[in-house]
Protein backbone atom coordinates (compact mmCIF):
# COMPACT_ATOMS: atom_id res chain seq x y z
CA UNK A 1 0.00 0.00 0.00
CA UNK A 2 1.16 3.83 -0.28
CA UNK A 3 2.44 5.58 2.12
CA UNK A 4 4.24 8.65 3.34
CA UNK A 5 6.43 9.45 6.30
CA UNK A 6 7.18 12.37 7.21
CA UNK A 7 10.53 12.31 9.69
CA UNK A 8 9.28 15.24 12.34
CA UNK A 9 6.61 16.00 14.00
CA UNK A 10 7.43 18.86 15.58
CA UNK A 11 10.42 21.59 14.64
CA UNK A 12 10.88 24.80 16.65
CA UNK A 13 13.27 27.37 14.95
CA UNK A 14 14.92 30.82 15.50
CA UNK A 15 14.11 32.97 12.27
CA UNK A 16 16.73 32.83 9.73
CA UNK A 17 17.39 28.85 10.86
CA UNK A 18 17.91 26.52 7.47
CA UNK A 19 14.95 24.20 7.55
CA UNK A 20 14.61 20.64 5.65
CA UNK A 21 11.41 18.38 6.96
CA UNK A 22 12.28 14.73 5.70
CA UNK A 23 9.46 12.94 3.62
CA UNK A 24 9.61 9.80 2.29
CA UNK A 25 6.92 7.39 0.56
CA UNK A 26 6.19 3.94 -0.39
CA UNK A 27 5.13 3.50 -3.92
CA UNK A 28 6.18 0.76 -6.84
CA UNK A 29 5.39 3.24 -9.98
CA UNK A 30 5.50 7.01 -11.15
CA UNK A 31 4.40 9.23 -8.82
CA UNK A 32 3.24 13.23 -8.34
CA UNK A 33 4.81 14.62 -5.00
CA UNK A 34 3.49 17.63 -2.97
CA UNK A 35 3.67 20.05 -0.19
CA UNK A 36 1.06 21.56 1.55
CA UNK A 37 1.47 24.34 4.18
CA UNK A 38 -1.48 24.91 6.64
CA UNK A 39 -1.07 28.59 8.28
CA UNK A 40 -2.98 29.25 11.52
CA UNK A 41 -6.70 29.21 10.33
CA UNK A 42 -6.58 29.21 6.94
CA UNK A 43 -7.07 25.89 4.40
CA UNK A 44 -4.68 23.53 2.91
CA UNK A 45 -2.33 25.30 0.09
CA UNK A 46 -0.26 24.17 -2.28
CA UNK A 47 3.70 24.65 -1.28
CA UNK A 48 5.08 23.46 -4.95
CA UNK A 49 4.83 20.07 -6.69
CA UNK A 50 7.07 18.01 -9.20
CA UNK A 51 5.23 16.15 -12.02
CA UNK A 52 8.16 15.23 -13.65
CA UNK A 53 11.20 16.98 -15.67
CA UNK A 54 13.77 18.40 -13.30
CA UNK A 55 14.22 17.36 -9.79
CA UNK A 56 14.64 20.30 -7.83
CA UNK A 57 11.44 22.38 -7.73
CA UNK A 58 10.70 25.81 -6.54
CA UNK A 59 7.58 26.49 -4.38
CA UNK A 60 5.95 29.60 -3.10
CA UNK A 61 7.53 32.21 0.04
CA UNK A 62 11.22 30.54 -1.09
CA UNK A 63 10.53 27.16 -0.56
CA UNK A 64 12.04 23.98 -2.46
CA UNK A 65 12.18 20.52 -2.61
CA UNK A 66 14.58 17.95 -4.19
CA UNK A 67 13.19 14.27 -5.38
CA UNK A 68 15.68 12.10 -4.90
CA UNK A 69 13.90 8.81 -6.74
CA UNK A 70 16.23 6.73 -5.67
CA UNK A 71 15.73 7.45 -2.00
CA UNK A 72 12.15 7.89 -2.72
CA UNK A 73 12.46 10.80 -0.84
CA UNK A 74 10.85 14.54 -1.43
CA UNK A 75 12.23 16.67 1.17
CA UNK A 76 11.61 20.32 1.40
CA UNK A 77 13.93 22.95 2.48
CA UNK A 78 14.05 26.84 2.78
CA UNK A 79 17.68 28.58 3.54
CA UNK A 80 16.01 31.24 5.94
CA UNK A 81 13.18 30.55 7.96
CA UNK A 82 10.87 33.20 8.94
CA UNK A 83 8.06 34.06 11.19
CA UNK A 84 5.28 34.02 9.15
CA UNK A 85 6.82 30.36 8.38
CA UNK A 86 5.09 28.84 11.46
CA UNK A 87 2.59 26.42 10.31
CA UNK A 88 1.75 22.63 9.32
CA UNK A 89 3.67 21.37 6.77
CA UNK A 90 1.92 18.23 4.87
CA UNK A 91 4.28 16.41 2.32
CA UNK A 92 1.29 13.95 -0.38
CA UNK A 93 1.71 11.76 -3.25
CA UNK A 94 -0.23 10.67 -6.14
CA UNK A 95 -0.30 8.81 -9.06
CA UNK A 96 -0.34 10.40 -12.17
CA UNK A 97 -1.61 7.25 -13.94
CA UNK A 98 -5.20 8.52 -14.34
CA UNK A 99 -6.77 11.85 -13.51
CA UNK A 100 -7.93 13.27 -10.17
CA UNK A 101 -6.48 10.16 -8.06
CA UNK A 102 -6.35 11.00 -4.84
CA UNK A 103 -3.69 12.50 -2.37
CA UNK A 104 -1.90 10.33 0.17
CA UNK A 105 -0.85 12.59 3.17
CA UNK A 106 2.09 11.86 5.33
CA UNK A 107 0.91 13.11 9.44
CA UNK A 108 2.26 16.45 8.84
CA UNK A 109 5.33 18.53 10.52
CA UNK A 110 4.81 21.47 12.85
CA UNK A 111 6.87 24.51 12.35
CA UNK A 112 7.46 26.88 14.59
CA UNK A 113 9.14 29.62 14.05
CA UNK A 114 10.71 32.31 16.97
CA UNK A 115 11.46 35.79 16.29
CA UNK B 1 -12.55 33.45 -8.32
CA UNK B 2 -14.17 31.81 -5.54
CA UNK B 3 -11.93 29.04 -3.74
CA UNK B 4 -13.47 25.70 -2.20
CA UNK B 5 -16.09 26.53 0.46
CA UNK B 6 -16.96 24.33 3.33
CA UNK B 7 -20.05 24.72 5.85
CA UNK B 8 -20.30 24.55 8.53
CA UNK B 9 -16.63 25.85 9.80
CA UNK B 10 -17.54 24.09 13.39
CA UNK B 11 -19.98 21.79 14.22
CA UNK B 12 -20.31 20.10 17.77
CA UNK B 13 -22.78 17.53 18.11
CA UNK B 14 -23.82 14.68 20.90
CA UNK B 15 -23.56 10.72 19.68
CA UNK B 16 -25.85 9.17 17.51
CA UNK B 17 -27.31 12.75 16.21
CA UNK B 18 -27.01 13.35 12.00
CA UNK B 19 -24.38 16.01 10.72
CA UNK B 20 -24.62 17.01 7.37
CA UNK B 21 -21.34 18.63 5.94
CA UNK B 22 -21.78 20.54 2.94
CA UNK B 23 -18.88 21.26 0.48
CA UNK B 24 -19.32 23.48 -2.93
CA UNK B 25 -15.90 23.26 -5.23
CA UNK B 26 -14.80 25.76 -7.57
CA UNK B 27 -16.22 26.14 -10.48
CA UNK B 28 -16.14 24.31 -13.51
CA UNK B 29 -14.04 21.76 -11.37
CA UNK B 30 -15.68 18.22 -12.02
CA UNK B 31 -13.61 16.44 -9.23
CA UNK B 32 -14.42 16.49 -5.72
CA UNK B 33 -12.55 14.84 -2.69
CA UNK B 34 -13.68 14.49 0.51
CA UNK B 35 -11.00 14.26 3.21
CA UNK B 36 -10.65 13.59 6.86
CA UNK B 37 -7.93 14.17 9.67
CA UNK B 38 -8.22 12.40 12.73
CA UNK B 39 -6.39 14.38 15.60
CA UNK B 40 -2.71 13.69 16.09
CA UNK B 41 -3.08 11.43 12.56
CA UNK B 42 -2.68 12.02 9.16
CA UNK B 43 -4.74 13.42 6.51
CA UNK B 44 -6.71 10.66 4.87
CA UNK B 45 -9.00 10.19 1.87
CA UNK B 46 -12.57 9.54 2.08
CA UNK B 47 -13.79 9.66 -1.35
CA UNK B 48 -13.81 11.34 -4.98
CA UNK B 49 -16.45 12.29 -7.05
CA UNK B 50 -15.86 13.08 -11.10
CA UNK B 51 -19.42 15.37 -11.84
CA UNK B 52 -21.87 13.52 -9.78
CA UNK B 53 -20.53 10.19 -10.31
CA UNK B 54 -18.65 8.28 -7.26
CA UNK B 55 -15.05 7.50 -8.77
CA UNK B 56 -13.42 6.11 -5.91
CA UNK B 57 -15.22 5.80 -2.33
CA UNK B 58 -12.63 2.98 -0.64
CA UNK B 59 -11.61 5.41 2.47
CA UNK B 60 -15.06 5.69 3.78
CA UNK B 61 -15.01 4.60 7.29
CA UNK B 62 -18.29 2.63 7.08
CA UNK B 63 -21.76 2.52 5.96
CA UNK B 64 -22.86 5.49 8.86
CA UNK B 65 -21.41 7.43 6.34
CA UNK B 66 -23.15 8.67 3.01
CA UNK B 67 -21.88 11.35 0.36
CA UNK B 68 -24.08 12.83 -2.41
CA UNK B 69 -22.95 15.32 -5.12
CA UNK B 70 -26.47 15.91 -6.68
CA UNK B 71 -25.84 17.52 -10.47
CA UNK B 72 -22.56 17.53 -10.54
CA UNK B 73 -22.06 21.10 -7.90
CA UNK B 74 -22.18 20.88 -4.19
CA UNK B 75 -21.49 17.91 -2.20
CA UNK B 76 -22.67 17.06 0.67
CA UNK B 77 -20.95 14.65 3.58
CA UNK B 78 -23.75 12.70 5.99
CA UNK B 79 -22.85 10.81 9.22
CA UNK B 80 -25.51 9.44 11.09
CA UNK B 81 -25.97 7.97 13.53
CA UNK B 82 -22.66 9.84 14.64
CA UNK B 83 -20.17 8.13 17.14
CA UNK B 84 -17.25 9.52 19.07
CA UNK B 85 -14.58 8.72 17.26
CA UNK B 86 -15.85 10.36 13.83
CA UNK B 87 -14.39 13.76 15.32
CA UNK B 88 -11.89 15.32 13.19
CA UNK B 89 -11.56 17.92 10.44
CA UNK B 90 -13.53 17.31 7.66
CA UNK B 91 -11.62 18.67 4.16
CA UNK B 92 -13.05 19.21 0.61
CA UNK B 93 -10.99 19.52 -2.15
CA UNK B 94 -11.37 19.79 -6.02
CA UNK B 95 -9.86 19.81 -9.13
CA UNK B 96 -10.37 20.50 -13.17
CA UNK B 97 -10.88 17.26 -14.99
CA UNK B 98 -8.36 17.68 -17.79
CA UNK B 99 -8.26 14.16 -19.05
CA UNK B 100 -11.20 14.49 -21.78
CA UNK B 101 -9.24 17.53 -23.17
CA UNK B 102 -5.51 16.76 -23.16
CA UNK B 103 -5.36 12.89 -22.06
CA UNK B 104 -4.00 12.06 -18.68
CA UNK B 105 -2.93 15.42 -17.04
CA UNK B 106 -2.19 16.37 -13.37
CA UNK B 107 -3.86 19.01 -12.14
CA UNK B 108 -3.68 20.62 -8.79
CA UNK B 109 -6.19 20.12 -6.16
CA UNK B 110 -7.99 22.78 -4.36
CA UNK B 111 -8.82 22.66 -0.28
CA UNK B 112 -11.38 24.03 1.51
CA UNK B 113 -10.93 25.40 4.85
CA UNK B 114 -12.56 22.08 6.35
CA UNK B 115 -15.48 21.30 9.16
CA UNK B 116 -13.87 21.03 12.30
CA UNK B 117 -16.63 18.13 14.24
CA UNK B 118 -16.29 17.26 17.60
CA UNK B 119 -18.98 14.31 19.06
CA UNK B 120 -19.27 14.90 22.53
Known amino acids: AQSVSQHNHHVILSEAASLELGCNYSYGGTVNLFWYVQYPGQHLQLLLKYFSGDPLVKGIKGFEAEFIKSKFSFNLRKPSVQWSDTAEYFCAVNAPQQAGTALIFGKGTTLSVSS | EAGVTQFPSHSVIEKGQTVTLRCDPI?????LYWYRRVMGKEIKFLLHFVKESKQDESGMPNNRFLAERTGGTYSTLKVQPAELEDSGVYFC??????????????????FGQGTRLTVV
Open chain 2, 93 to 110: ASSQDMWKIRGPTNTEAF
Open chain 2, 27 to 31: SGHDN
